[in-house]
């Protein structure tokens, strides 16, 4: 077994409800944790959501412990984001901006859909200027 150390950065549920161990704290807590972390820290909604099934697997599965409230908490929402996708006439518009190479850049990454460091990648040959 290996003999790494773990480095805590204090927001853990014990240090965050001063040293109260997990078997003494119920849902109030939990779920006061949960809301702390979320506002203070922001993440994502997957790292949320993967708090709370830790949690939930320590209660249920290591300390054996049924807390039937912890399984009714709502899970964090991804946020949804509409594209923001410009027109073909603001697209020109912005290509006539640039000045060569990077406008050929540009019509490159419009053109054929490729992400920034697969334009700045291309080379000479890889290129049917007809």
Not at 15 to 23: D, I, L, N, V, W
Not at 35 to 64: G, I, M, W
Not at 100 to 119: C, D, K, S
Request: hydrophobic share 40%; aromatic share 6%; with cysteine.
């Amino acid at each position: 077994m290996s003999s790494r150390k773990i480095r805590a950065d204090g927001w853990v549920p014990v240090r965050f409800h001063s040293g109260k161990p997990p078997r003494q704290m119920g849902a109030e807590e939990v779920t006061a944790f949960r809301d702390e972390l979320a506002v203070a820290r922001r993440p994502a909604a997957s790292t949320q959501n993967q708090a709370l099934c830790a949690r939930l697997f320590l209660y249920k599965r290591v300390l054996d412990l049924q807390i039937p409230r912890l399984e009714a908490l709502e899970r964090a929402r991804w946020p949804e984001h509409l594209p923001s996708v410009l027109s073909r006439q603001e697209t020109l518009t912005l290509l006539e901006h640039f000045v060569p190479p990077f406008r050929l850049i540009g019509e490159l990454l419009y053109g054929n859909g490729l992400r920034l460091l697969e334009a700045l990648s291309i080379r000479v040959n890889d290129v049917d200027l007809d």
